[in-house]
Structure formats: C-alpha cells, structure tokens
C-alpha cells in the first residue's frame, strides 16, 4: 500500500474538485495543524527502560475541539496518524457533532507487556501529551489496542499532572470514572443503525443476507452481536490469527465467549469443542474478503481492499466499520461493479457521537441513562444516514462521496463564518 495520508488526501482533492467545493477549503484540509512526536521512556519489569516512539495529531480544529482515537499497534506510523486524523475531521462534520479531528498512537505491540508495563507506558504517554490536549483542546479516546482501563490510567495522569478532576479530557473511560454508559457497544450499535437505514432504502431483507466480518474486537463484534440478532447471519468472522467460515452461520455469542476465554478466535477451530459452532472452515484473513456474501464488513484494520483485490470482492454492500479499509484507488473499481461502500466516516461514526455524549455529561455533571445514549445516538446515526442519503440520490453520486460532500460543506460553513478570501477581497475593509 502506498502512503496512507497521501491517499486520505487525494480523496479529499478528488471529491472536493467533483462536488465544486471551494479550494480555500480543500487546502486548509491538507495538511494538519499541529502534530507532536514523542520517545516515551517506559521502565520495563527486568529493570530496563525502553523508548516507544508516540504521536498525537490535531488536525483540524475549526468546528470545535479536536477528538480522536489512540491506537498501540506495531505498525503506527505518523502518516497513518495523520490521514485517521483527517478522517476524524470528516466523520465529526458528516455526524454533526461540534468536534474536529485528531488522533494518536504508539508503536508498539501491546500484547508483548505486562499489565505494569502497559500502564507505565499508558501514562507515560499522558505525561507526554498532556500540554497538548485538554478537554476545550483535544478529546483522546480508545482505539485499536487500547479500552477503558487505558483511558481510565491516562486520565488519572492527566488529573494529577494538572491537579484537578478533567474527566472531559478523554473519553472511553471506565463507567466509575465518568465513563458512559453505551460507549463500549457504541461503534458498532452505530454501524448497525446504518447498516439497517441501508438496507431499508435497499430493500434488503436480513433473514437472506449473509454477512462476513474482518476484525472480531470492539467493533466488530458488537456489529456483529446486533447484526445476528436483527436476523442476519454471519458466515465468516476472523481476527490477528486468521479466520473461520459456515454457510449456515455462526452463534455470535458462543464465538465471543471461546475468544474471551483463549484470547484468540483461532481456539475455536482448532479445539473444535464449541457445540454452538457449526461446521466450519479454518480461512485466511484475504479469503474471507473474497466470500460469495452479501454484506462484508472490514472491521480491523485500513489499506485491506486495494485495486489489487477489488475486482474478486463479491460482496454487494461493503460496510466499513474499519477506518479506511478501502484506499482511493479501489473506490472507483467497487463503483464500476456497483458494489455499495458505507463509508467509514459514516459507518463507525457511533463511537465518536457516544464518545461526545460522554463529554457533554462529564461537563454538566449529569449522568445518561443507557436508553437516553442508546436513543440519542440513534437519532443522530438515522438523521446522519438520511442527510448522506439524500446527496446520494440527489447528485447520483456514490455514498463516500456523499457523506465528504456533506462533510466538507460543513467544515466550509465553518471557515466562510471567519471569512474568506472572496469576502476580504469584496468587502474592503468594512465587517
Ligand atoms: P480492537 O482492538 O478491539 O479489535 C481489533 C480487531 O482486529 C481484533 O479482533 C484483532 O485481532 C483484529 N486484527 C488486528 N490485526 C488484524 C489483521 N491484520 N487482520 C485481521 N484482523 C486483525 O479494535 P476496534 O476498536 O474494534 O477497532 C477496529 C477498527 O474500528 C479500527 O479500524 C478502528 O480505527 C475502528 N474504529 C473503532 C472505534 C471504537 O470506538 N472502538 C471507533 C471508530 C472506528
């Protein structure tokens, strides 16, 4: 894959030029405002200290303060940092909620600590970043590799380097240290409002759509619980390890579990003692993009579906509950094969509403009940997918290109309120 910023910018060129979108706007969404790099000192359980590179990136703050995901995954790059960063910026517009975009990460593989020094490196990275955001600056929140524990040890850190309570400094915090309640499930119950405002506008019918899951963590297994649930059935799910297929279908429930117990989906095939799986078929994470489904749904990682692949997807409807599964190059081809892409910006917009839901009660100081979140975020996905929609039908354009169209005119909404070079050059001198 090439570079992955580069891509997320291209998209933004390509689409803003398409959909007529001023080119003030465009170039202030080229680059990021700020980004900071650290080396994070972290001492080890054998008495060592090892250094873990971090970035935290503030993209674009202009319709509120920056709020973003930290990811731990060995392959963190600064790129990758930057262009989940702009995809932020684009998700908060399309949802409507008054954040901009940021996002961070460490280069390491987590699963290589101990719970110590996981929570030494977590505050470290805190220490870090501490000056840098803030809960009027930039909302951190969890992402790949990091949950509630690590945003609970990050904002104690925070609160005891500027000795106050700050809860509204990161979200994804554990329900007693003002985490809300919902935003576990929230990525994915959002991407399931989606996918079912979809497939009401479709006409699909979920008894007769066979659904495949790339990534079996937060996302996708919330997605894939509710999905199961409304009467869809998931044929395929996989995780780091690989991945396991059934044409008739997996229990969601039975699958979590085993993987809760063993820390990996790959224990249910290879002890093929789980009575709820039916008979299956050990697969490759590649494969199951490839399965004859009707909705596939990468849910792990970006760069998965690339020009190389996009013409074997079979798939009808791609819901991208992953950030950027699909890079740039492969929009087009999906296009050409009509194969719908819920777009990410889109499709995983839950976690960064309930994430928001979850500022707004820190700071008054009022807790929501589950069925307060749950509605809320309902309302604001359902209203998201009809705005996004409606652009679809009315331009016949694609729902990616849609939901930036929609995006991007809110973001110039914003930057055309402070004034832009045809106001300045129009109105000589007088506000
Ligand atoms: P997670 O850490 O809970 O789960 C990640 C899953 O992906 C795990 O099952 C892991 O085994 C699997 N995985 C890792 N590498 C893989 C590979 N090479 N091939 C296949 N599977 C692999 O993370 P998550 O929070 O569920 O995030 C998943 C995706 O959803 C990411 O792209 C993330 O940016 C996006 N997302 C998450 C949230 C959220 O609130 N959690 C919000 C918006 C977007």
């Not at 030029?17 to 000192?41: F, H």
């Not at 929501?368 to 509605?375: A, D, G, P, Q, Y």
């Amino acid at each position: 894959m090439g570079n992955v910023f580069e891509d997320a910018i291209a998209r933004v060129e390509r689409i803003g030029q398409e959909a007529g979108v001023s080119s003030e706007i465009v170039s202030a969404l080229r680059q990021p405002e700020i980004t900071l790099t650290a080396s994070l000192p972290v001492r080890m359980d054998d008495g060592t200290t090892r250094y873990f590179t971090a970035y935290r990136c503030r993209y674009n703050d202009v319709r509120g303060p920056a709020k973003g995901g930290i990811r731990y995954h060995p392959g963190v790059t600064l790129e990758e940092v930057q262009a989940l960063a702009l995809w932020m910026t684009v998700k908060c517009a399309v949802a409507g909620i008054p954040f901009g975009g940021g996002k961070g990460g460490v280069i390491v593989d987590p699963k290589q600590l101990s719970p110590l020094e996981l929570e030494r490196l977590s505050r470290a990275y805190m220490r870090a970043i501490a000056d840098f955001v803030g809960p009027e600056l930039d909302i951190p929140a969890p992402d790949v590799y990091t949950n509630a524990r690590i945003m609970g040890w990050m904002a104690d850190e925070y609160e005891t380097i500027k000795r106050t309570k700050a809860p509204g400094v990161i979200t994804g915090k554990p329900i007693p240290l003002g985490g809300s309640l919902g935003r576990d499930e929230a990525t994915g119950r959002g991407a399931f409002i989606v996918i079912q405002e979809l497939a009401s506008a479709r006409g699909m019918v979920p008894a007769e759509t066979r659904v495949a899951i790339q990534g079996f963590g937060n996302a996708g297994y919330h997605v894939a619980r509710l999905l199961q649930k409304a009467g869809y059935r998931i044929v395929a799910v996989s995780d780091s390890k690989g991945g396991i297929y059934s044409a008739e279908g997996f229990d969601v429930e039975a699958l979590h579990q085993r993987k809760q117990e063993t820390r990996t989906l790959e224990a249910a095939y290879c002890e093929g003692s789980v009575v709820e799986v039916a008979d299956h078929q050990t697969i490759s994470n590649e494969d199951l993009l490839e399965l004859d489904v009707d909705l596939l749904i990468p849910a792990a990682l970006e760069g998965v579906i690339r020009p190389d692949n996009a013409e074997r997807i079979r798939a009808k409807v791609i819901a991208e509950v992953a950030n950027g599964p699909v890079v740039s190059e492969a929009d087009a081809i999906l296009r050409e094969r009509n194969v719908e892409v819920l777009p990410d910006v889109l499709t995983n917009a839950g976690g960064v509403t309930v994430s928001y839901f979850e500022w707004v009660q820190n700071r008054s100081g009022f807790p929501w009940t589950l069925e307060e979140v749950r509605s809320r975020l309902e309302e604001v996905l359902s209203r998201s997918f009809k705005d996004v929609w409606r652009i679809r039908e009315h331009e016949k354009t694609s729902l990616r290109q849609a939901a930036y169209v929609l995006a991007l005119r809110r973001i110039a909404e914003a930057v055309e309120s402070q004034g832009t070079a045809e106001y300045f050059s129009n109105s000589k001198g007088s506000a």
